[in-house]
């Protein structure tokens, strides 16, 4: 399936501040977090409450930066990190991934 992807340099400048930006939500404190805790599991476990209950859609419109996590839910989500992550570095995601989006 030689030539089926197009080339990084031939790409439109839209598609690759895309794909910078993708790669981006993955580098943040936050996204590396929920790379590696898993957004199947965050889902579980935020699940396990009414009051913090999400979509696995909801927690990648957050990686993506589109939304950030409500102050509860962002509370729940400091808590399931154990420390590794803080409310600051949650709110902060949006706004870094914004930054030359």
């Known amino acids: 399936m030689a030539g089926s992807f197009p ?15 993708e790669y981006r939500r ?7 977090w929920i790379g590696d805790f898993g957004v199947s599991r965050i889902v ?23 939304t950030s996590p409500l102050p509860s839910r962002a509370q729940a989500l400091v808590e399931l990190s ?5 409310m600051d570095a949650i709110y902060a995601h949006r706004q870094e991934l914004s930054k030359t989006a």
């Open 7 to 21: 080339a990084a340099r031939g790409l439109t400048l839209e598609a690759r501040t895309l794909r910078s930006r």
């Open 26 to 32: 993955w580098r943040t404190r936050f996204g590396s």
């Open 44 to 66: 579980i476990e935020l699940g396990r409450s009414p009051d913090t209950a999400v979509t696995p859609q909801a927690v990648y419109g957050w990686l993506a930066g589109e």
């Open 82 to 86: 154990q420390g590794s992550l803080t």
